[in-house]
Nanobody, 124 residues
Framework: QVQLQESGPGLVKPSQTLSLTCTVS??????????WSWIRQPPGKGLEWIGY???????YYSPSLKSRTSISRDASKNQFTLQLSSVTPEDTGVYYC????????????????WGRGTQVTVSS
């Protein structure tokens, strides 16, 4: 059984960089052909796909967030990390990491394993 666990600060100041780590157990992040995504949900709104890092290490980001987003990985620790720069209060929400067997972006039904999510608040 694959398990994902998000970790990181729950409070970030405006203009700073949000950094979250997803630790995966029960499966390797380098296994073909899985894609590991970050997805968020602002309060009162729907899910928003942020980006993924593939089994190969390649990345792809939402066009609306691309200029501020970086996803990297540490395969030796079976972790992948989100960095979102220049945050504003609009970046507040619950952040999830999740796995899919393909680059499904916003097809959320195709994601088979999710973390529980972590609340991030952007406030001074």
């Amino acid at each position: 059984q694959v398990q994902l666990q998000e970790s990181g600060p729950g409070l970030v100041k405006p203009s700073q960089t949000l950094s979250l780590t997803c630790t995966v157990s029960g499966g390797s992040i380098t296994t073909k052909y899985y894609y590991w995504s970050w997805i968020r949900q602002p309060p009162g709104k729907g899910l928003e796909w942020i980006g993924y890092i593939a089994y190969s290490g390649s990345t792809y980001y939402s066009p609306s967030l691309k200029s501020r987003t970086s996803i990297s990985r540490d395969a030796s620790k079976n972790q992948f990390t989100l960095q979102l720069s220049s945050v504003t209060p609009e970046d507040t929400g619950v952040y999830y990491c999740a796995r899919a067997a393909g680059p499904y972006w916003t097809d959320y039904e195709k994601y088979d394993f999710w973390g529980r999510g972590t609340q991030v608040t952007v406030s001074s």
